[in-house]
């Protein structure tokens, strides 16, 4: 299975911030990668997929970068909505796993 | 618009069974692989098994492998996980969730979600 290292665990940010999260794979994945957001008591929200492709209805502050082993998700200003727990998902072979996932807090 | 309603979560004792079961609408159900994805309480999100949009593949992880078994009724635009040999760690809110090609046995993200059903599995 492919393990996915996902850091940090949690962050501690202020409104405007610039924020990074970073996923490692295991082994190479290609682009085969996406990110999720989750709010207390709700369903994912897909925000990127194909590692840098932005979701449909998504905020242009949310990007992704990355291929092979090494991905990133960066808000480039965090806004009070986008407080939450992050996750990254690989897709390249079965079982797709996620990240342990990162909280976002204030 | 996309909707997922998942049903069939309760509170069951260890080694009884449960059937789950996903109602999809908004989207042409049976051009689509769809998934089981479960949460445990105050943890992170775990995979549990995928099922392709003409039943040809399916695919469970190995922590459910044996006990689990993952179905669709494409007529009723459905999907089911019946849950045999339940176990504590088995408790968690299981999702619903829509792969995103059609028609295709490819390994994908996932585009929609439900927003879950409760197993707790506890004597």
């Known amino acids: 299975d492919i393990q996915m290292t996902q850091s940090p665990s949690s962050l501690s940010a202020s409104v405007g911030d610039r924020v990074t999260i970073t996923c490692r794979a295991s082994?190479?994945?290609?682009?085969?990668l996406g990110w999720y957001q989750q709010k207390p008591g709700k369903a994912p929200k897909r925000l990127i997929y194909?590692?840098?492709s932005l979701q449909s209805g998504v905020p242009s502050r949310f990007s992704g970068s990355g291929s092979g082993t090494e991905f990133t998700l960066t808000i480039s200003s965090l806004q009070p909505e986008d407080f939450a727990t992050y996750y990254c998902l690989q897709h390249n072979s079965y079982p797709q796993t996620f990240g342990g996932g990162t909280k976002v807090e204030i | 618009e996309v909707q997922l309603v998942e049903s069939g979560g309760d509170l069951v004792q260890p080694g009884r069974s449960l059937r789950l079961s996903c109602a999809a609408s908004g989207f042409t159900f049976d051009d689509y692989a769809m998934h089981w994805v479960r949460q445990a309480p105050g943890k992170g999100l775990e995979w549990v098994s995928g099922i392709s949009w003409n039943s040809g593949s399916i695919v469970y992880a190995d922590s459910v492998k044996g006990r689990f078994t993952i179905s669709r009724d494409n007529a009723k635009n459905s999907l089911y996980l019946q849950m045999n040999s339940l176990r504590a760690e088995d408790t968690a809110l299981y999702y619903c969730?829509?792969?995103?090609?059609?028609?295709?046995?490819?390994?994908?993200?996932?585009?929609?979600w439900g927003q879950g059903t409760l197993v707790t599995v506890s004597s």
């Open positions: 969730a829509k792969g995103t090609v059609p028609r295709s046995y490819t390994v994908t993200t996932f585009d929609y």
């Open positions: 194909s590692a840098s």
């Open positions: 082994q190479g994945i290609r682009n085969d």
